[in-house]
């Protein structure tokens, strides 16, 4: 089984009141987001150090085979939808 870091479910001192629960896990979604998101700015700056170093040695912005490799990465792992995630990740990080 893949090891996860996500927090386990918060005790409620009421486990059977639904509105409890789904602020208590809702508190779950949103710390992940939190990190999700911080994730993605640590990403767009390794990807602009990439993209500058590129561009100053004469290349160019955009790498397209390593672009595949991305969005085929995310396909496999998540199907149709997680390519779309990184086509939004690709667009964050090279701004378009
Ligand atoms: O890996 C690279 O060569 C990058 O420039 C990084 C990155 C990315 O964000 O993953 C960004 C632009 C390229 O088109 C491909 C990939």
């Given at each position: 089984m893949r090891s996860s870091t996500v927090t386990p479910p918060t005790p409620t001192?009421?486990?059977?009141?639904?509105?409890?629960?789904i602020a208590a896990e809702r508190a779950?979604?949103?710390a992940l987001d939190a990190?999700?998101?911080a994730l993605v700015r640590d990403r767009m700056e390794i990807s602009e150090t990439i993209q500058r170093v590129r561009i100053e040695s004469g290349g160019r912005r955009?790498?397209?085979?390593?672009e595949?490799?991305?969005l085929d990465h995310y396909s496999?792992?998540?199907g149709s939808a997680g390519r779309d995630l990184a086509m939004t990740?690709?667009?964050l990080c090279r701004g378009h």
């Open positions: 001192t009421a486990p059977d009141d639904p509105e409890a629960v779950r979604i949103d990190r999700i998101v955009v790498h397209l085979a390593r595949m490799e991305i496999s792992e998540l990740l690709l667009r």
